[in-house]
């Protein structure tokens, strides 16, 4: 009787998909635990400690950020360094930077903003990438949306474009007037700052080129 391949035998296939279906929804549980670490928001005690988490507590908008090459992982990283003013203060506590930055995740999605651009990957691309939009210099003190809209300060400057954009023609696409009011500007501003100080992976691609885009100029 001749002797029987291993690669024709059913029991072997069988015992093989067995191991391999149990392997990998092993693997998948602990992927979706790791994955929920890597992605749980920090809070103000982990800001204050210098505790770096992929994404930052609300109270991040209470720092400065920066954007900065990591050597090792070959792109930029957000850091978070010392206090700095967001509309004139830089003390919110973490349950009026929660408030804020709700308020700014609500607008953005009742003023479909993701039907033109791209925020943390997903959208569209007809308008600019908004993920590390804070970060972008044209709204630092050097930046030509500063001296546009005639304010001293980049959060201002972007809310006062987000609320008459209309007068500020930066782009052949021009932004339309969404009847965005000066709170709901506001929230939007301090979602786009949390938003920049998140740990993408060096996401959006060649960000960091833009001229003074590395290390938030």
């Known amino acids: 009787m001749a002797k029987k ?3 024709s035998d059913n029991r072997f296939w069988q015992r093989t998909a067995a191991w391999i279906t149990g392997f990998a929804s092993i693997l998948l549980i602990w992927l979706t635990f790791d994955t929920n670490a890597q992605i749980a928001m920090g809070n103000d005690s982990d800001l204050k400690n210098g505790v770096t988490k992929r994404v930052p507590g609300p109270t991040v908008i209470n720092y ?7 050597k090792k992982r070959q792109h930029e990283v957000p850091v978070i360094g010392e206090k700095e003013k967001f509309f004139g203060r830089d003390d919110y506590s973490e349950e009026e930077a929660t408030e804020l930055l709700h308020l700014g995740k609500l607008g953005s999605q009742s003023k479909n903003c993701m039907n033109c651009h ?4 997903n ?11 804070w970060l972008d210099p044209a709204w630092g003190p050097t930046g030509s949306m500063q ?4 304010k001293s300060t980049k959060e201002e400057a972007m809310a006062e474009f987000l609320q008459n954009p209309s007068q500020y023609p930066t782009h ?3 932004m339309p007037n969404l009847g965005i009011t000066a709170e709901e500007a506001k929230g939007l501003v301090a979602f786009l700052k949390h938003m920049s ?4 992976n060096g996401f959006p691609r060649n960000f960091g080129k833009i001229q003074g885009a590395v290390n938030g100029k």
């Not at 400065?64 to 990591?70: A, G, R, S």
């Not at 001296?147 to 005639?150: E, H, I, K, S, V």
């Not at 100080?197 to 993408?200: A, L, R």
């Open 5 to 7: 391949s291993v690669w």
């Open 64 to 70: 400065k950020i920066t954007y900065e090459m990591d």
């Open 118 to 121: 791209t925020l943390l990957g």
């Open 123 to 133: 959208g569209a691309y007809y308008a600019p990438d908004l993920t590390k939009a």
């Open 147 to 150: 001296a546009m809209t005639g």
């Open 172 to 174: 052949a696409r021009m």
């Open 197 to 200: 100080s998140i740990d993408t």
